[in-house]
T-cell receptor
Framework: AQKITQTQPGMFVQEKEAVTLDCTYDTSDQSYGLFWYKQPSSGEMIFLIYQGSYDEQNATEGRYSLNFQKARKSANLVISASQLGDSAMYFCAMRGPAGGTSYGKLTFGQGTILTVHP | GAVVSQHPSWVICKSGTSVKIECRSLDFQATTMFWYRQFPKQSLMLMATSNEGSKATYEQGVEKDKFLINHASLTLSTLTVTSAHPEDSSFYIC?????????????FGQGTRLTVV
């Protein structure tokens, strides 16, 4: 079974500063994928970044980077130069290995509410 | 990226009635769609996996007779909440797996906010 843990219910950051959102995971699979999504108050799920378990380099997408530490089973999201529009709920999620009709389903963490202060 | 359209975005219904939510893949074929439920300020919980042309697979604790899922084509899956009650009020959101596509992103619909009064 897969499990995702986000231990920060809420985080605050000053505008233009960087912030790290924590995510740890547990799985017995050798192949898996890790995702981060942003969910504003409208409810839509906005894809931010993806890291494959076999990717040797940390993923980056603009202001978002994923600090992937496989041995520690952590996949923290780093947002640089925070903006007011970054205020939202952030979810870490995991997908299992390829194969089977259920491939593609995600297991989500509890989420972290990020508030960016001006 | 691929577009998943979910309709309606919000619905209010009377207790005891049924509500149908549609999830469409607009520019790709989706053999598999996933339905999630999210209560306020909580995580997304998978309800069921919908495979085109076959019966849906429900997660433990989800009533299959209450949450009817139909995936009749490669671009459409529907979730019907039957005999809805106030405790079914929640945010329902679907996602789709791209047939033959890359797997670095899961595509979500916009979600449906259901309120049962």
């Amino acid at each position: 079974a897969q499990k995702i843990t986000q231990t920060q219910p809420g985080m605050f950051v000053q505008e233009k500063e960087a912030v790290t959102l924590d995510c740890t995971y547990d799985t017995s699979d050798q192949s898996y994928g890790l995702f981060w999504y942003k969910q504003p108050s409208s409810g839509e799920m906005i894809f931010l970044i993806y890291q494959g378990s076999y990717d040797e380099q940390n993923a980056t997408e603009g202001r978002y980077s994923l600090n992937f530490q496989k041995a520690r089973k952590s996949a923290n999201l780093v947002i640089s130069a925070s903006q007011l529009g970054d205020s939202a709920m952030y979810f870490c999620a995991m997908r299992g290995p390829a194969g089977g009709t259920s491939y593609g389903k995600l297991t989500f963490g509890q989420g972290t509410i990020l508030t960016v202060h001006p | 990226g691929a577009v998943v359209s979910q309709h309606p975005s919000w619905v209010i219904c009377k207790s005891g009635t049924s509500v149908k939510i549609e999830c469409r893949s607009l520019d790709f074929q989706a053999t598999t769609m996933f339905w999630y439920r999210q209560f306020p300020k909580q995580s997304l919980m998978l309800m069921a996996t919908s495979n085109e042309g076959s019966k849906a697979t429900y997660e433990q604790g989800v009533e299959k007779d209450k949450f009817l899922i139909n995936h009749a084509s490669l671009t459409l899956s529907t979730l019907t909440v039957t005999s809805a009650h106030p405790e079914d009020s929640s945010f329902y959101i679907c996602s789709a797996r791209v047939l033959g596509g890359g797997d670095t992103e899961a595509f979500f619909g916009q979600g449906t906010r259901l309120t049962v009064v």
